[in-house]
């Protein structure tokens, strides 16, 4: 295995509840109400629509707003990746990952392990350069029990319920994740924030048609068939750690590019271009008494030169 390297889920497709669409000259991503499945194919005018983007809109009133899915691991954070992500803009390559703990950032001298303090306390963020970045990979079909589409987001509402569904769903199925009959589903809230307009984001429920107990009872029956056909469940979600571990960014070069085009646009009159060793003092929190008795240094130290 190539070190630095990190070995993901094997990707079909994609889900998206959005796309990017040209206004004015700019590319722009723009949000939708709906589910769109995409294969890896971009084309001038957008990515290539998957095959099961129509098949799953069959008796859901042309919008597709659930999609019945599985798991590939037990352990939830091996589906559910989310941390804290900054992107060049310019460039797309990935500059630094944390968990408002640590992070790994790549400096001039190479990738080091840092402090991370959150974007609301870090210099590097400015800009809303970091934000939270959550990707899920997921099962849709019986053709490739290994491979998965993956969804991508942003958004604090999706990351926060897809966390906290993942891992109520394994305590209470006894481990059983990759085993349970699930459904991604589409939800709608509005906020001040909105002034009223809907957002979207997105869910994870039993599958529809099925209560929790039943739900339960097929993850039961899954596993053991699973288990005498010689399937080693524990095994795999080992292997998927080992991979994800192997390399300090997940996401690959050649595809940070229509990420950060999609998730992390560039906002007028903010900085795109990111200085990757900002002076110590930059990254510390000041009270607002420090600041102004900064200012009043530097002002009296400019006075003095001239």
């Keep these: 295995m190539l070190k630095g390297l990190a070995i993901t889920p094997p990707i079909l497709g994609r889900i998206s509840i959005g796309k990017v669409v040209e206004k004015n000259g700019k590319r722009l991503p723009e949000k939708d109400d709906q589910f769109t499945l995409t294969s890896q194919v971009q084309s001038r ?34 589906n559910f990746r989310a941390d804290y992500s900054l992107f060049d803009r310019n460039t797309g390559r990935p500059l630094c990952v944390g ?112 209560g929790m107990e039943e739900s339960l009872i097929a993850a039961k029956q899954l596993e053991e068939t ?21 390399g300090a960014f997940e996401d690959s070069e050649e595809d940070t590019s229509a990420i950060v085009e999609e998730l992390f646009p560039v ?12 002076p110590l003092a930059a990254t510390a929190k000041f009270s607002l008494a420090q600041k102004l008795e900064s200012r009043a240094s530097q002002h009296k130290s400019r006075s003095s030169v001239q």
């Design 45 to 78: 005018d957008g990515w290539l629509l998957h095959p099961l983007n129509e098949e799953l809109r069959n008796g859901q009133d042309g919008k597709l707003r659930s999609i019945p899915i599985r798991l590939l691991f037990n352990e939830p954070d091996l």
């Design 226 to 246: 699973r288990q005498a056909a010689g399937f080693d469940q524990s095994a795999l979600d080992q292997a998927a750690r080992r991979g994800f571990n192997n």
């Design 267 to 278: 906002i007028e009159d903010q900085p795109s271009r990111i200085e990757l060793n900002p």
């Design 99 to 210: 968990n408002g703990e640590t992070c790994k950032r790549l400096t001039k001298d190479g990738i080091q392990s840092l402090p991370c303090p959150s974007p609301d306390g870090c210099s590097l963020a400015q800009g809303n350069a970091c934000k939270p970045y959550g990707r899920l990979n997921v099962v849709i079909g019986d053709d490739d029990p290994l491979g998965s589409f993956v969804f991508r987001t942003t958004g604090y509402n999706s990351i926060r319920t897809l966390a906290a569904r993942l891992h109520y769903l394994q305590a209470i199925s006894g481990d059983r994740l990759a085993c349970l009959p699930l459904e991604l589903r589409l939800r709608g809230k509005s906020t001040r924030q909105s002034h009223g307009a809907p957002i979207f984001y997105v869910d994870i429920t039993v599958r529809s048609g099925l």
